[in-house]
């Protein structure tokens, strides 16, 4: 059983459009994120939500807009897609407290054309 | 800001010899570290992770930390060509958040 699942894997889109990238956990982890990596394989932290609340909210555009329907999903909805949104978007979990290992989903390639 | 930051690399080793990598944080709140390795292509997993000062081993892999100085590293023991990929230091604090470096690309030679 995959812990950490994102759907879709691979996603190529035109600018202007609105997309969603889904993630699912089973692993019964209070904490989820997501974290987009560029080209330059920088593993950025966008959000986090801790039992379905925003606990971290960084300098994101608001063009990107997380949702927590209950603590083992978390989705990103992106709208007016432009092509500097194009990277790799990781989904990743961990349980509440502090040395805690984050477990991370395969990855979704987005690609803006 | 809080900066997590490794050499990008690509750093170049034999195969059998000793691979060193090494991490700086700025965050002197941080108090738990990690090492990821993420083959390309794939998602980062987790090698080890340390919070108290010292050293921590498991198997080939000994990880160093060091909070006076700020420093982190991962030494590879006997490193193999499976061994290359891109290895990820991250510093979490009380916040939640995970703060990775951009990564140092490492290339075992047989």
């Known amino acids: 059983d995959t812990a950490v699942s994102q759907t879709p894997k691979y996603l190529v889109t035109q600018m202007g459009n609105d997309k969603s990238i889904k993630c699912e956990q089973n692993l019964g982890h209070d904490t989820m994120y997501w974290y987009k990596q560029d080209s330059k394989k920088f593993l950025k932290i966008m959000f986090s939500y801790n039992n379905k609340e925003l606990i971290i909210n960084e300098t994101v555009p608001n063009r990107f807009s997380p949702k927590s329907p209950d603590k083992a999903h978390l989705n990103l909805h992106i709208n007016s897609l432009e092509l500097g949104d194009s990277a790799v978007y990781f989904c990743?979990?961990?349980?509440?407290?502090?040395?805690?290992?984050?477990?991370f989903g395969q990855g979704t390639r987005l690609t803006v054309v | 800001q809080k900066e997590v930051e490794q050499n990008s690399g690509p750093l170049s080793v034999p195969e059998g010899a000793i691979a060193s990598l090494n991490c700086t944080y700025s965050d002197r709140g941080s108090q738990s570290f990690f090492w990821y390795r993420q083959y390309s292509g794939k998602s980062p997993e987790l090698i080890m992770f340390?919070?108290?000062?010292g050293d921590k081993e498991d198997g080939r892999f000994t990880a160093q930390l060091n909070k006076a100085s700020q420093y982190v590293s991962l030494l590879i023991r006997d490193s193999q060509p499976s061994d290359s990929a891109t290895y990820l230091c991250?510093?979490?604090?009380?916040?939640?958040?995970?703060?990775f470096g951009s990564g140092t690309r490492l290339l075992v030679r047989p």
């Open positions: 991250a510093a979490g604090d009380s916040s939640y958040k995970l703060i």
């Open positions: 990743a979990s961990t349980r509440t407290g502090v040395n805690t290992e984050a477990f």
């Open positions: 340390i919070y108290s000062n």
